[in-house]
Antibody, heavy 123, light 111 residues
């Protein structure tokens, strides 16, 4: 079955750019929406944004000015860049697939999720 | 402050039925499907209920979801110790340019 694995630096300095990659295995990245979701320690979930395999994106309005997502279908990977980070961006970052394939926003769901990767923003 | 409102905690004894509420507004729950995710300690969230009341294969029928107006509920019957987890509701929000929103999560304790 499809599995997702996040990778990237676990420590980022304030004001710098956080960069993460999600590698999809066990299936094709094509024809799905792929999302990034984060969770600060002891807190709830926050959707960061999503990308379709065509490159079309939707971002959380509260993060939109700092977020860039991209997809590399040849590597079965998609990526997240979050610029000008502060301590408030410290969180476990998850990548997730949206099912069922292309669907109207809000009619799909996140399944599966990656195991998550902790990113700490600190000097 | 989460867009969807859940009680921070809930509890029950084995075999009991518990419900977890999720309150939103006309721009999210009121006009879109509700989803529920279960997060066991130290793990990633897992889909529990989709499109208000549908269970993915593998999810026991002890779990059920419902929606009315701008609120939704997750019910767990025949409570078991392995149900101890955090539960999150989610919905698409049509305001601004659209975005997924989550509840703050409910920690379920099995006494």
């Amino acid at each position: 079955q499809v599995q997702l694995q996040e990778s990237g630096p676990g420590l980022v300095k304030p004001s710098e750019t956080l960069s993460l990659t999600c590698t999809v295995s066990g299936g094709s990245i094509s024809s799905y929406y792929w999302s990034w979701i984060r969770q600060p320690a002891g807190k709830g979930l926050e959707w960061i944004g999503r990308i379709y395999t065509s490159g079309s994106t939707n971002y959380n309005p509260s993060l939109k000015s700092r977020v860039t997502m991209s997809v590399d279908t040849s590597k079965n990977q998609f990526s997240l860049k979050l610029s000008s980070v502060t301590a408030a961006d410290t969180a476990v970052y998850y990548c997730a697939r949206a099912l069922p394939g292309i669907a109207a926003a809000g009619t799909d769901w996140f399944d599966p999720w990656g195991q998550g990767t902790l990113v700490t923003v600190s000097s | 402050q989460s867009v969807l409102t859940q009680p921070p905690s809930a509890s029950g004894t084995p075999g009991q039925r518990v419900t977890i509420s999720c309150s939103g507004s006309s721009s999210n729950i009121g006009s879109n499907y509700v989803y529920w995710y279960q997060q066991l300690p130290g793990t990633a969230p897992k889909l529990l209920i989709y499109r208000n009341n549908q269970r993915p294969s593998g999810v026991p029928d002890r779990f059920s979801g419902s929606k009315s107006g701008t609120s939704a509920s997750l019910a767990i019957s025949g409570l078991r110790s392995e149900d101890e987890a955090d539960y999150y509701c989610a919905a698409w929000d049509d305001s601004l340019s659209g975005s997924w929103v989550f509840g703050g999560g409910t920690k379920l304790t099995v006494l």
